[in-house]
């Protein structure tokens, strides 16, 4: 079964990026006072309350522990799938909240708001999607290492013209492929896949035809505006509406708000079409898991702004590693003059460590972090399958 694409180019074209993300930090995280003390309790003690609490808990404690990590740890590959896995288990416990709370899902105010979150849910699809791409593209620029190690890396002899030359021509090829995709051309804003069934011949699409429910993204498809069509009429829920849903109202604003986080994350971090970071997260302190989501934010946007110039390709470090040490060891490529002193056969050397490392990530790192993705995937049509049966609505929403 192939999950809905919702590519939300129609509706939102009029917003540029940084403007996506302002709205998104105020639709989001602008609440008023009285809200946010309503969102955090209520005030009956029973059963319900207890998983509800303990839900909260368990979100606050997994934001803390991934906001908290050192900085050689933020935005690796293996940061990313802990992030990844969070997220699986809140999506898990929310579904088991739902399941425990048959009677009342069924009941306004609840079932707009679970229906609203299922919505958000289907155009979160498209970031996996794009998402999954990104980590093709990055296998890609590993092709062209390899290309280089085999070259000048794995030769115990003095190294050649001839071998630098090879060496340089795999390192411009992967200098072309990490351009922006919209610049180079590259397949990948062309090819269209996604974690459903293989697709049939018979279901080929134009890139105009961007709304089809069985494709990833189309060639125009942004990542800034999908985020802001997910973030649009998201608020706290008001007291009246928590004590109508016995409470239920705070973990489904929850999910949608670490729903959000993960998204945005994901955008920042790996290959993705029309990324954007302008956005300033103001989420009230009140709340139990504001500080490890303000943290978050700050720590990803210091490490974009360290950054030597606008980085099209993602944050993840490793991403970044490449581009630093492919751009030396080309730097010392063309600067060579043969016969190679020691000195510059020890810097040679050196960049084709770093270049081996960032590899050696790629290599056991990129198939666990598909893997996530695809969980990750599964499970918000999981929950969303389940909730719409509740609902009676399957047949009017598929």
Request: glycine share 4%.
């Amino acid at each position: 079964m192939k999950m809905p694409s919702s590519d939300s180019q129609g509706s939102s074209s009029s917003f540029s990026s940084s403007s996506s993300f302002s709205s998104f930090s105020r639709s989001i995280f602008g609440v008023r006072q009285e809200q946010v003390h309503s969102v955090e309790a209520s005030h009956e003690p029973d059963s319900c309350n207890l998983e509800l609490g303990s839900f909260q808990k368990r979100v606050t404690d997994r934001l803390n522990d991934l906001s908290g990590v050192k900085d050689d740890e933020l935005l690796t590959i293996d940061w990313v799938q802990r992030l990844l896995n969070a997220f699986i288990s809140c999506q898990e416990e929310f579904r088991a909240i739902l399941l425990n709370n048959k009677e009342h899902v069924i009941k306004p105010p609840l079932d707009r708001m679970i229906c609203e979150f299922f919505e958000r849910s289907v155009k979160a699809l498209d970031i996996c999607n794009a998402s999954r791409d990104g980590i093709e593209k990055i296998r890609m620029w590993q092709k062209h290492l390899e290309i280089v190690f085999c070259a000048v890396g794995s030769n115990k002899r003095a190294l050649t013209e001839g071998q630098f030359r090879r060496a340089r021509k795999a390192l411009m090829d992967l200098a072309l492929a990490m351009l922006d995709e919209k610049e180079s051309g590259s397949v990948f804003s062309q090819r269209n896949r996604s974690f459903g069934r293989h697709n049939s011949s018979k279901d080929h699409h134009s890139a105009g035809h961007s709304r089809s429910h069985s494709w990833s993204v189309s060639r125009s498809w942004s990542a800034a505006k999908q985020l802001q069509s997910i973030a649009n009429n998201l608020v706290p829920p008001r007291a009246t509406e928590i004590t109508a849903t016995r409470g239920l109202a705070v973990p489904v604003y929850t999910m949608n708000c670490i729903l959000l986080l993960v998204l945005w994350t994901l955008v920042a971090a790996i290959p993705c079409q029309d990324r954007g970071l302008n956005i300033h997260f103001s989420v009230p302190r009140q709340l139990s898991w504001s500080a490890g989501v303000t943290l978050l934010h700050e720590r990803i946007m210091e490490e974009s702004k360290k950054r030597e110039r606008r980085n099209s390709n993602g944050l993840l470090k490793e991403i970044y590693q490449v581009e630093i040490s492919s751009r030396h060891l080309t730097d010392l490529i063309d600067s060579a003059q043969f016969p190679l002193t020691e000195e510059q056969k020890t810097e040679v050397e050196r960049e084709l460590q770093e270049l081996t490392s960032v590899c050696e990530a790629f290599r056991h790192g990129l198939d666990p972090l598909e893997r996530r993705l695809r969980e990750v995937f599964r499970k918000i049509m999981t929950c969303r399958t389940e909730g719409l049966d509740y609902l009676g609505t399957s047949s009017h929403t598929e």
